[in-house]
């Protein structure tokens, strides 16, 4: 496991700044080494964490807490967008304000937070219910608590016929929407990975979650994502992440670096030996993606860099 934390330990110190204590290193423990999973989780964790410290009775901790934020932001933050926007939201300001009105400030925003953020989450789902009313038959592919939203509204609106889930064997995904959506009275169709040029047969749009997408409309996502996206396009049939506009990031899908490797040896049998080293994360490339599903409708890829950049200039990105 990586130990990214320690860094921020070593920085506080070279500040001559005091040491962070065990909840600030827990927490980050949990965020940019990953203790616990999910970019949006980390968000959760990120913002409490600092006005936590920005409210440290200590002439520093108003600094102490902008530091921190920025170190999570370039650490955690520069594979996951979200967590990066999220915090650049909440510190905006913060440094011109005295420490009491500082913290009183990332406290504010931090409880902001949650309510803001599932607002969001039910404007996407009514654009995209609107933008996919004549879907009936969905691929979904890797677990999305978002997707899995969508298509539970699209199933109790304009209504499926059939639900399509590959496997996603690489964590199991598909099986989570095997879970999510057992209850919905929808024919469900569980194949297996290599099935994939059949199962986007069987479907009329491929809908994919996203860890992050790129500025120029890459969609960050389970290994698996981009040969479902490819053998989609192959067909006709049309693909759409969905994703809020504070997971778009700065940099384009060419400007990222590789993604990092995993292993699986769930893959090898007792006394094999092999190397399983893959990534778990890939980009499905802008010219496979037909939309962005996002809380202002559907986008482009083409068009998403201009419309955060609008949204952000107009003050219309909240939290």
């Known amino acids: 496991m990586p130990e990214k934390r320690f860094d921020f330990a070593a920085e506080m110190t070279e500040r001559g700044w005091p040491a962070p204590d065990e909840t600030t290193m827990q927490g980050l423990l949990d965020i940019v080494d990953e203790g616990t999973l999910?970019?949006?989780?980390?968000?959760?964790?990120?913002?409490?964490?600092?006005?936590?410290?920005?409210?440290a009775d200590r002439p520093t901790?108003?600094?102490?807490?902008?530091?921190?934020?920025?170190f999570i932001a370039r650490t955690r933050g520069q594979g996951a967008p979200i967590v990066a926007n999220a915090l650049r939201w909440q510190t905006a300001g913060a440094s011109e304000l005295d420490p009491r009105d500082a913290a009183r400030l990332l406290s504010d925003r931090a409880a902001e937070w949650e309510g803001a953020a599932a607002a969001r989450r039910r404007a996407l789902i009514e654009a995209g219910v609107t933008a996919l009313a004549g879907t009936r038959a969905p691929l979904i592919f890797d677990y999305s608590s978002t997707v899995a939203d969508l298509?539970?509204?699209?199933?109790?609106?304009?209504?499926?016929d059939r639900i399509i889930i590959p496997e996603s064997r690489a964590i199991d995904g598909g099986r989570r929407y095997m879970t999510a959506l057992s209850d919905l009275g929808v024919e469900i169709a569980f194949l297996p990975d290599a099935a994939l040029d059949y199962a986007v047969t069987l479907s009329d749009a491929v809908l994919l979650g996203a860890e992050s997408v790129t500025r120029d409309g890459g969609i960050s996502n389970t290994v698996g994502s981009t040969p479902a996206a490819r053998a989609a396009m192959a067909n006709g049939i049309p693909v759409h992440g969905a994703a809020d506009l504070f997971k778009v990031g700065d940099r384009t899908r060419d400007e990222l670096p590789a993604p990092p490797?995993?292993?699986?040896?769930?893959?090898?049998?007792?006394?094999?030996?092999?190397?399983?080293?893959?990534p778990e994360l890939e980009i499905v490339p802008p010219t496979?993606?037909?939309?962005?599903?996002t809380e202002i409708g559907p986008v482009r890829p083409a068009d998403l860099g201009g419309a955060?950049?609008?949204?952000?200039?107009?003050?219309?990105?909240?939290?």
């Open 151 to 160: 298509v539970r509204a699209l199933a109790n609106g304009p209504g499926l």
């Open 308 to 319: 955060v950049d609008r949204h952000r200039g107009n003050g219309e990105i909240q939290p």
């Open 38 to 55: 999910g970019a949006s989780n980390h968000v959760t964790l990120a913002l409490p964490l600092v006005a936590r410290l920005a409210a």
């Open 288 to 293: 496979l993606v037909t939309s962005i599903l």
């Open 261 to 278: 490797l995993r292993r699986y040896d769930f893959l090898l049998k007792p006394g094999e030996t092999a190397t399983t080293a893959a």
């Open 61 to 70: 901790a108003r600094d102490e807490a902008l530091a921190l934020a920025e």
